[in-house]
């Protein structure tokens, strides 16, 4: 058994769940967010990167959320984009240095 087209048929699989759901119930914006972060973050966990999975799943819903309740992305926006390019760089520094 092909465990790599196993794990991405999974991922796939929840992408077209969420997308069935978000067609019956008409609610494209910002569900589109949490089904884009729940299949990507089932394929980073599936190939065991964790750390990527709830990344993956904290950015769309972190957008989605902001999204929902209306607050000013102008304000909050470039604080989250400036944050996780921290982590990014931090991230990156460190594994190399390792």
């Given at each position: 058994?092909n465990t790599?087209?196993?794990?991405?048929g999974?991922?796939?699989?929840?992408?077209?769940?969420?997308?069935?759901?978000?067609?019956?119930?008409?609610?494209?914006?910002?569900g589109?967010?949490?089904?884009l972060?729940?299949?990507?973050?089932?394929?980073?966990?599936?190939?065991?990167?964790?750390?990527?999975?709830?990344?993956?799943?904290?950015?769309?819903?972190?957008i989605?959320?902001?999204?929902?309740?209306?607050?000013?992305?102008?304000?909050?926006g470039?604080?989250?984009?400036?944050?996780?390019?921290a982590?990014?760089?931090?991230q990156?520094?460190?594994?190399?240095?390792?």
């Open positions: 058994m790599k087209r196993t794990k991405s999974i991922a796939g699989g929840i992408f077209l769940i969420g997308l069935g759901i978000l067609i019956v119930t008409g609610g494209w914006y910002p589109v967010l949490f089904v972060g729940l299949a990507i973050g089932a394929d980073r966990a599936f190939r065991g990167n964790y750390g990527q999975a709830v990344t993956a799943l904290a950015l769309c819903f972190a989605g959320l902001l999204s929902a309740v209306d607050l000013p992305w102008h304000i909050f470039p604080f989250i984009l400036i944050s996780l390019g982590v990014a760089v931090t990156g520094v460190l594994s190399k240095e390792g």
